[in-house]
């Protein structure tokens, strides 16, 4: 099967015409995404029917939830520029150590009472202690007793360490690389891209489902977001969760960006589904406040997972809100 955007008539401003065949097979080539990095107007109604015609074709029309509870908060001695539980930002952000197992049973309970089936527990810091790692082991074997599946965000930890939260039953590690390589030393100097590569693959030889993505808008240009994409293509990622920068006050960059434009959001969701046709497209941080009243488009433009609830330091839609909102647009939990 093939779709096809043909612009007929010259680009303004001498834009140059766009003609593109892609098989939903492989995805576009970085030239092609790079080509529809520039739609604009009219046109990104065209690009968005592609993508979610993609996402029809690959994904059906199920829609897969996630949710997280932030287990472990602040005190991060790592400088990532957009991070409110760094040391190095000037926010209020909440300081705790590892959460009992209660509350994490509560937060799972109530995620999966909502229509998730994927639960992550995300901690703060470059990795946990040996001691935190081994109840963050116990907690997933609870997350299993409840049906669910458990994930895990926990920062650049070592294979030995993967293994544990494996048998323990971590179905799905979560690790994003948040940019390209050319642009990461702009938002973090405390570890590498490379380090990153090298936890994901150490995640991937234990045969664990991979979680990797990035934030939007921090500054990147176009190229980066492409470059980002076609490295999480030739990683071989299952989900590619999409972030979109919110500033917070007190944080390095919350001073030099704002907020994406709703279409512009849109348009680096559809380019990701055209670039990874049978990939999930998660649309996880920033997601109301960017979007606004364009949130159901996100399917449009080929999304096909969803982050409900809170986020890690920022709130949230209400997940009544998301299931209604996925319901109306015709699409299954």
């Not at 190095?88 to 799972?108: F, G, N, Q």
């Not at 799905?172 to 030393?185: D, G, M």
């Not at 702009?186 to 490379?194: A, L, P």
């Not at 998660?282 to 009243?293: A, M, N, S, Y």
Request: include cysteine; charge should be neutral.
């Amino acid at each position: 099967m093939r779709y096809n955007i043909i612009k007929s008539n010259p680009w303004p401003k001498g834009n140059p015409v766009i003609d593109i065949s892609l098989t939903t097979e492989q995805g576009i080539d970085r030239d092609t995404a790079l080509s529809l990095s520039q739609v604009r107007g009219d046109e990104l109604f065209e690009l968005f029917l592609i993508a979610n015609r993609l996402r029809s074709r690959h994904r059906g029309k199920r829609v897969d939830l996630c949710s997280i509870v932030n287990a472990k908060s602040g005190a991060c001695p790592e400088d990532c520029a957009f991070c409110a539980q760094s040391i190095h930002s000037k926010t209020d952000v909440k300081v705790y150590p590892l959460i009992e197992r209660d509350r994490i049973i509560e937060a799972a309970r109530s995620a999966r009472d909502n229509g998730a089936r994927r639960f992550c527990i995300v901690t703060s810091g470059k990795r946990p202690s040996e001691r935190d790692l081994q109840r963050i082991c116990d907690y997933i074997s609870e997350l299993k007793r409840l049906g669910l599946l458990p994930c895990a965000t926990l920062g650049i930890i070592t294979t030995p360490e993967l293994k544990m939260l494996k048998d323990a039953g971590l179905e799905r590690y979560h690790h994003n690389l948040e940019t390209s390589e050319a642009f990461f030393r702009e938002i973090c100097t405390t570890h590498t891209y490379r380090q990153k590569l090298e936890t994901i693959a150490s995640a991937r030889s234990l045969g664990l489902s991979i979680c990797s993505g990035g934030i939007f808008g921090m500054g990147e240009s176009w190229e980066d977001r492409i470059d980002l994409a076609f490295a999480l293509r030739d990683i071989g990622v299952d989900s590619v969760p999409i972030n979109f920068f919110t500033p917070i006050a007190g944080t390095p960059l919350a001073e030099k960006r704002g907020l994406l434009e709703p279409l512009e959001a849109l348009k680096i969701i559809a380019i990701y589904r055209l670039i990874m046709p049978e990939r999930e497209i998660r649309i996880c941080g920033g997601r109301p406040v960017t979007l606004r009243d364009l949130n159901s488009y996100i399917f449009m433009a080929g999304a096909d997972g969803l982050l409900i609830g809170n986020y890690l330091t920022t709130p949230g839609r209400e997940p009544s809100e998301d299931i209604r909102m996925i319901q109306d647009m015709g699409l299954e939990i």
